[in-house]
């Protein structure tokens, strides 16, 4: 009978050693692997960084960066972003490869040259778009979901000079947007014309309640 208590004694102490090592081996993989996470981050926004938000990229820094995108990209296998609180807010841009967000045909002079900001409103399925200097150029737009992460994009109003002058945008301005990474401060979308789109947040408690 003791024999019999001692062996329970021993296979229960050996079970505890188990379960103990198991959450301590799945809190160092969880750590590790959000450690990994964090470095890709930090590898991505350092070399955007050199490209000024993509207007002086050149082809071999666009392949870098977009293979950077990738495993960030790779790191977070469920693709839910609209389910997310996480994409609500307001987040300036800090790369693209969109020429026309750029300027890229106009002269330097008239091309963006302060921070480029879209606000996301997942709940009210609307997205506003602003930009500084120099024509403070604005535009609204309307989210129809197509997947758990990517949305159409109808564009509503354009706005001139900070919304001073507001045009009524034609039914043929739309878009497709697939947010393929989100978390608390950075976000990684790809467009229907195969751009891609960095972003960091800046104001989490932004909403678009209001119609611009």
């Given at each position: 009978?003791?024999?019999?208590?001692?062996?329970?004694?021993?296979?229960?102490?050996?079970?505890?050693?188990?379960?103990?090592?198991?959450?301590?081996?799945?809190?160092?993989?969880?750590?590790?692997?959000?450690?990994?996470?964090?470095?890709?981050?930090?590898?991505?926004?350092?070399?955007?960084?050199?490209?000024?938000?993509?207007?002086?990229?050149?082809?071999?820094?666009?392949?870098?960066?977009?293979?950077?995108?990738?495993?960030?990209?790779?790191?977070?296998?469920?693709?839910?972003?609209?389910?997310?609180?996480?994409?609500?807010?307001?987040?300036?841009?800090?790369?693209t490869t969109s020429a026309s967000?750029?300027?890229?045909?106009?002269?330097?002079?008239?091309?963006?040259?302060?921070?480029?900001?879209?606000?996301?409103?997942?709940?009210?399925?609307?997205?506003?778009?602003?930009?500084?200097?120099?024509?403070?150029?604005?535009?609204?737009?309307?989210?129809?979901?197509?997947?758990?992460?990517?949305?159409?994009?109808?564009?509503?109003?354009?706005?001139?000079?900070?919304?001073?002058?507001?045009?009524?945008?034609?039914?043929?301005?739309?878009?497709?947007?697939?947010?393929?990474?989100?978390?608390?401060?950075?976000?990684?979308?790809?467009?229907?014309?195969?751009?891609?789109?960095?972003?960091?947040?800046?104001?989490?408690?932004?909403?678009?309640?209001?119609?611009?």
């Open positions: 009978m003791e024999d019999a208590m001692e062996f329970a004694k021993q296979k229960s102490s050996e079970v505890e050693e188990t379960i103990k090592s198991a959450v301590t081996t799945s809190s160092s993989s969880s750590s590790n692997k959000r450690l990994n996470v964090e470095e890709l981050k930090e590898a991505l926004l350092s070399k955007i960084a050199t490209v000024e938000r993509g207007a002086s990229a050149s082809e071999e820094d666009k392949e870098e960066i977009d293979l950077l995108a990738q495993k960030v990209e790779n790191t977070q296998k469920r693709k839910n972003a609209l389910e997310t609180e996480e994409i609500n807010g307001k987040w300036e841009l800090m790369y967000i750029l300027g890229l045909t106009k002269p330097k002079i008239f091309q963006p040259s302060g921070p480029i900001y879209q606000t996301i409103d997942a709940r009210n399925l609307r997205a506003f778009n602003s930009e500084s200097a120099p024509f403070f150029n604005q535009v609204s737009a309307e989210l129809t979901p197509t997947t758990k992460s990517s949305v159409d994009v109808q564009f509503k109003k354009f706005g001139l000079f900070g919304g001073l002058i507001k045009i009524n945008a034609p039914e043929s301005a739309k878009g497709k947007l697939d947010t393929t990474f989100v978390d608390e401060d950075l976000r990684i979308s790809r467009g229907d014309k195969g751009n891609l789109f960095v972003l960091l947040m800046r104001d989490r408690s932004a909403n678009l309640d209001a119609e611009y």
